[in-house]
């Protein structure tokens, strides 16, 4: 299993960045996919989901909004779409997959992409 983040970067207060997280190793399809964020001293906490049976994404209410959360089953990738980016928004950001299909419930995390909001 692996989970590769991208699009992370430094800017502006205002601005917009997309993130994606390319996962291979595993079926995709079978997979719920969120992304979390973390700051230094602090939990990790959840941004989005987006599950494998459709239905409405789930955001975390800071995030509502400004964030959006999407999945290409043909190109094995979730993506984090972040708009109206406040200084606040300023952490890693985390793909995660998790399954109970085949199993218990289990899941798997990325690297990590550093995200930075600042003028």
């Known amino acids: 299993v692996q989970l590769v983040e991208s699009g992370g970067g430094l800017v502006r207060p205002g601005g917009s960045l997309r993130l994606s997280c390319a996962a291979s190793g595993f079926t995709f399809s079978n997979y719920d996919m969120s992304w979390y964020r973390q700051v230094p001293g602090k939990e990790r906490e959840l941004v989005a989901t987006i599950r494998t049976a459709g239905g409405s994404p789930n955001y975390a209410d800071s995030m509502k909004g400004r964030f959006t959360i999407s999945r290409d089953s043909a190109k094995n990738t979730v993506y984090l779409q972040m708009n109206s980016l406040k200084p606040e928004d300023t952490a890693v950001y985390f793909c995660?997959?998790?399954?109970?299909?085949?199993?218990?419930?289990?899941?798997?995390w990325g690297q990590g992409t550093q995200v930075t909001v600042s003028s």
């Open positions: 995660y997959a998790e399954t109970d299909w085949l199993g218990p419930r289990r899941g798997y």
